[in-house]
Structures are given as C-alpha cells and as structure tokens.
C-alpha cells in the first residue's frame, strides 16, 4: 500500500507557504534559521504536520500572552 507524503503528514516548503499564507521563500529562511520545525531529505526541506500545527499553537498562545 502506497501512501502520499502529504497523507502521511509531511508537507513540502510550497505546501507549508500556502497553508500559512506566506511566501515560500519566509518558510525557507524560517528553516535555515531553525525557527520552525523541518528537516531535510536530500537536499529538500521537509515539515512534518504535526510539528507546523504545533508550532502554530506556540505562537498563537505567545500572541495572546502578549495581548
């Protein structure tokens, strides 16, 4: 049985852009500067779901502190 990478929750760098609404090139320097959850698989930076989810709650909840 054959999954896609996306079913199986890990996300490219223009799948990460068009889920947060940015530019792929912010998702890109956010992962050389280890600001958010990734990880490269030859050469190619990958983000697992879980992990972007995750880390949207930490900013979010950051966000409302914040406020």
Do not use: H, N
């Amino acid at each position: 049985m054959s999954l896609s990478a996306e079913s199986e929750g890990i996300l490219t760098i223009k799948e990460v852009a068009d889920y947060l609404k940015v530019t792929e090139r912010t998702i890109y320097r956010l992962s050389q500067a280890k600001k958010i959850p990734s990880f490269k698989v030859g050469g190619m930076w990958r983000y697992p779901r879980k992990d972007i989810d995750a880390w949207i709650a930490r900013q979010t909840t950051v966000t409302e502190i914040a406020q």
